[in-house]
C-alpha cells in the first residue's frame, strides 16, 4: 500500500469517449503529478499541481484535462484520445514541490485507444 | 540541461552474486539523487536518496548506492541478488537548487532479471 490509489486500473476507451481518471493520495502531501508511460520510452511528465494550482503543462495535448480539487485529489479528464495516447498513467505526491522528499507513486492506469 | 543515462537496458545476475545498475546524471549544482524499483502492474517504489553527506546510502530490501560526484555517477548495488529482485530499475535526478519546480529527471529504466 503506497498511500497513494488510482481508478480504474485498466480502461478501454474509444477515440471518440470521454473518460476521467482518478487519483487519491492519503499521505498529507501538497503536490501531486501524472506521469505518462510508454513502452520502450522514458517516463513522461504531464502535470505539477502544487497547492492545488498548476505549476507545471509539459506541452500535453488539450485533449488531456487535469484537474485538482484539494490536495488530495487529482483527476485527468480524457476526450477525444489518439491510439499513440495508449500507455501506463501514473500518478504520484510528494510533500512538497522541489522539496528533497521522494515521490510516492500509485500503481496506475493503464489505458487502452480503440 | 539536466538529464541521467542509464546505460544498460536489460542487467542479468545469478542468485546470490552482487548486483550493479548503473546510472549516470547531468546537472548545473547540487543534485538529489533517487532510486525507484517497478513490479509488473505496478507504480514506481521509493528505494533509496541522495541529499547530501555521507557518499554511501542504504535503502530498502537491502539495496545501496554510492554517490560518486566526480564521475557523476550514482550506482545502485547489492551484495546478494535475489530472484525476487528482478524488476525495472529508474534512476532519477532532479536539480537541488531554488527556484526548483520539482521536477524529476527520470533514465529511461533498467530490467533486472535475477536468475536462480
Known amino acids: 500500500e503506497t498511500g497513494v490509489t488510482q481508478t480504474p486500473r485498466h480502461l478501454v476507451m474509444g477515440m471518440t469517449n470521454k473518460k476521467s481518471l482518478k487519483c487519491e493520495q492519503h499521505?498529507?502531501?501538497?503536490?501531486m503529478y501524472w506521469y505518462k508511460q510508454s513502452a520502450k520510452k522514458p517516463l513522461e511528465l504531464m502535470f505539477v499541481?502544487?497547492?492545488?494550482?498548476?505549476?507545471e503543462n509539459n506541452s500535453v495535448p488539450s485533449r488531456f484535462s487535469p484537474e485538482c480539487p484539494n490536495s488530495s485529489h487529482l483527476f485527468l479528464h480524457l476526450h477525444t484520445l489518439q491510439p499513440e495516447d495508449s500507455a501506463l498513467y501514473l500518478c504520484?505526491?510528494?510533500?512538497?514541490?522541489?522539496?528533497?522528499?521522494?515521490?510516492?507513486f500509485g500503481d496506475g492506469t493503464r489505458l487502452s485507444i480503440l | 540541461a539536466q538529464s541521467v543515462a542509464q546505460p544498460e537496458d536489460q542487467v542479468n545476475v545469478a542468485e546470490g552474486n552482487p548486483l550493479t545498475v548503473k546510472c549516470t546524471y547531468s546537472v548545473s549544482g547540487n543534485p538529489y539523487l533517487f532510486w525507484y524499483v517497478q513490479y509488473p502492474n505496478r507504480g514506481l517504489q521509493f528505494l533509496l536518496k541522495?541529499?547530501?553527506?555521507?557518499?554511501l546510502v542504504k535503502g530498502s530490501y537491502g539495496f545501496e548506492a554510492e554517490f560518486n560526484k566526480s564521475q557523476t555517477s550514482f550506482h545502485l548495488k547489492k551484495p546478494s541478488a535475489l530472484v525476487s529482485d528482478s524488476a525495472l530499475y529508474f534512476c532519477a535526478v532532479r536539480y537541488a537548487g531554488s527556484g526548483n519546480t520539482g521536477k524529476l529527471i527520470f533514465g529511461q529504466g533498467t530490467t533486472l532479471q535475477v536468475k536462480p
Open positions: 499541481y502544487s497547492l492545488e494550482e498548476r505549476v
Open positions: 504520484a505526491s510528494s510533500q512538497e514541490q522541489g522539496s528533497n522528499q521522494p515521490q510516492h
Open positions: 541522495y541529499i547530501t553527506g555521507d557518499n
Open positions: 499521505l498529507g502531501h501538497n503536490a
